[in-house]
């Protein structure tokens, strides 16, 4: 990294800020942000990297302007404007006069620090519908950018390969011949995914997207999930796969320690895309982004000292510890979950999604969605009788098993989640299995019926529309024999995962805490 020196910017900017309250500073490896009152000035440093150069005024203003553009596409109410920092006839420093430039700035409008999704990440405020909006939120962001054929694929992963190795070397975090080990490991993991990428770029799935996706990068702003800080100084990296642009925020969440509300967002994404059957890819690329981190947050501590310094090198050692651990190797598995409703098939699916596979865990397929979705309406709606009909319920299993046969050709594992009481369709979803060469297992849940009446009365903003009558038909149902492996539906999603695991090493042991 070179740096030229700002500190009269700065100094300059502080002035500027004067009389608005407390100044608060952060510094980024790229930027100097300064906050107070309800403004923030945000000033590229003169920096270069491997990735960018910022080393001059013109270049630091047309990042400025590219940055306003890009980032007013998720959060227009964030960014205000670009000012110029312009030097005035007796040499004073002025904000957007006629002198030469010297500088370049971002006025934002500011919002609480507390806010951004790390912290709440961290501090346990950052729940499941917050998580679930922000899929939402993505997948619409995604389907309006622009598609370019002309990035992305097995070429553009290459590149970036090449640059992470060359930034890796550079920051010093490990020896040359760990880098060159983890180079050839991406490789390798990329000679297997070369077709199925540059496949994605042919279908238009390569979009200009945000290329920085990391959670200090969303805030909730005005109660609503907002990336904003999208990467505006290179075209190509932001011109990506858009499952790339979403490993990022999911590696995010991994590394925090928040395995549930990876998968959960993972999950809700491919809900609403059509994305699904390249679930395989997402550990290769969680790992790209991982050794992003890793070489950025090393580049980080070279300029910080004492505890900030080693407490960055930690951090960076995390990174690339995640990224070995996505690039593990585990059998292709499909766990079917069943049993009447009110069961919690869809909470233990969800409790043990994580878990099963390298992160962020398995593909969660649910007769309950599918069938909203089949139908052109929200999870949340309720359909009416006809919707529950012999045929539309086989169709719905069908495309159950077809959406659970694409993720396990693609090298996802796979849950699926439905009553699952007839015979045929047990039989069919092993053979599915079979079929794909995966690990099967079975799970049939039972309780009283009693207890899962209650469940049912109980359920608010659920995609099922089970009633207590629905139940009653099941319960008369003759389900045949079951030979899936029975379980009590009363004990805790947990100790249930548990025991699904257990079978074999299908994934990460789970944290106890």
């Known amino acids: 990294m070179t740096a030229a020196d700002q500190s009269d910017t700065v100094a300059f900017l502080m002035r500027l800020l004067a009389g608005e309250g407390r100044?608060?500073?952060?510094?980024?490896?790229?930027?100097?942000?300064?906050?107070?009152?309800?403004?923030?000035?945000?000033?590229?440093?003169?920096?270069?990297?491997?990735?960018?150069?910022?080393?001059?005024?013109?270049?630091?203003?047309?990042?400025?302007?590219?940055?306003?553009?890009?980032?007013?596409?998720?959060?227009?109410?964030?960014?205000?404007?670009?000012?110029r920092i312009t030097r005035g006839p007796d040499g004073d420093l002025v904000l957007d006069g006629p002198g030469p430039l010297v500088d370049a700035l971002v006025e934002m409008r500011r919002f609480p620090q507390a806010d951004l999704f790390d912290r709440m990440a961290c501090d346990g405020r950052l729940t499941p519908a917050l998580v679930a909006d922000l899929a939402h939120r993505l997948a619409g962001f995604h389907a309006a950018a622009p598609a370019s054929r002309d990035h992305g694929g097995a070429a553009a992963m290459a590149d970036l390969i090449a640059l992470n190795d060359r930034s890796l070397r550079a920051s010093g975090l490990v020896p040359d011949g760990e880098a060159a080990a983890l180079a050839a490991a991406f490789r390798a993991r990329l000679a297997r995914h070369a077709a199925r990428l540059d496949a994605r770029r042919a279908a238009g799935r390569v979009r200009r997207c945000h290329g920085d996706l990391t959670?200090?990068?969303?805030?909730?702003?005005?109660?609503?999930?907002?990336?904003?800080?999208?990467?505006?100084?290179?075209?190509?990296?932001?011109?990506?796969?858009?499952?790339?642009?979403?490993?990022?925020?999911?590696?995010?969440?991994?590394?925090?320690?928040?395995?549930?509300l990876a998968n959960l967002l993972f999950n809700r994404y491919?809900?609403?895309?059509?994305?699904?059957?390249?679930?395989?890819?997402?550990?290769?690329?969680?790992?790209?982004?991982?050794?992003?981190?890793?070489?950025?947050?090393?580049?980080?501590?070279?300029?910080?000292?004492?505890?900030?310094?080693?407490?960055?090198?930690?951090?960076?050692?995390?990174?690339?510890?995640?990224?070995?651990?996505?690039?593990?190797?585990?059998?292709?598995?499909?766990?079917?979950i069943g049993g009447f409703s009110g069961t919690g098939k869809s909470t233990l699916s969800s409790a043990t999604a994580p878990w099963l596979g390298?992160?962020?865990?398995?593909?969660?397929?649910?007769?309950?969605?599918?069938?909203?979705?089949?139908?052109?309406?929200?999870?949340?709606?309720?359909?009416p009788p006809a919707a529950y009909a012999a045929e539309v319920s086989e169709a719905v299993y069908a495309a159950l098993r077809a959406q659970a046969a694409g993720v396990l050709a693609g090298g996802a594992p796979v849950i699926v989640d439905a009553v699952f009481d007839r015979p045929a369709e047990r039989e069919a979803v092993a053979a599915l299995a079979a079929a794909c060469g995966a690990a099967f297992r079975g799970v049939w849940l039972e309780a009283p019926v009693a207890t899962l009446g209650?469940?049912?009365?109980?359920?608010?903003?659920?995609?099922?529309?089970?009633?207590?009558?629905?139940?009653?038909?099941?319960?008369?149902r003759d389900c045949g024999t079951i030979t899936w492996r029975r379980l009590d539906a009363r004990l805790a999603p947990e100790t249930l995962r548990a025991m699904i695991l257990a079978a074999d090493g299908a994934g990460p042991a789970p944290d106890p805490a």
């Open 358 to 383: 390298a992160p962020p865990g398995a593909r969660i397929v649910g007769s309950d969605r599918i069938r909203k979705r089949l139908h052109g309406v929200s999870p949340l709606t309720r359909l």
């Open 215 to 260: 959670l200090r990068n969303i805030c909730l702003f005005e109660g609503v999930p907002t990336p904003f800080d999208a990467l505006e100084f290179d075209e190509d990296l932001a011109t990506t796969d858009i499952l790339y642009d979403l490993a990022f925020v999911l590696m995010d969440l991994w590394h925090r320690g928040r395995p549930g």
């Open 270 to 336: 491919l809900d609403e895309t059509d994305d699904a059957a390249d679930a395989g890819l997402m550990p290769f690329l969680m790992a790209l982004r991982a050794v992003i981190r890793a070489h950025v947050s090393a580049s980080q501590a070279s300029d910080a000292v004492g505890e900030a310094g080693a407490a960055l090198r930690r951090e960076a050692q995390a990174y690339l510890s995640l990224a070995r651990e996505l690039l593990a190797e585990f059998p292709a598995t499909l766990v079917a």
């Open 23 to 83: 100044i608060e500073r952060i510094d980024t490896h790229i930027s100097t942000v300064l906050m107070a009152g309800d403004r923030v000035l945000k000033l590229k440093r003169a920096v270069r990297f491997p990735f960018l150069d910022f080393t001059t005024p013109e270049r630091r203003l047309a990042a400025c302007e590219a940055e306003l553009a890009v980032n007013r596409r998720t959060a227009p109410s964030l960014y205000r404007r670009v000012h």
């Open 454 to 476: 209650g469940r049912i009365a109980a359920r608010r903003d659920d995609p099922s529309d089970a009633t207590p009558d629905i139940l009653a038909a099941q319960a008369r």
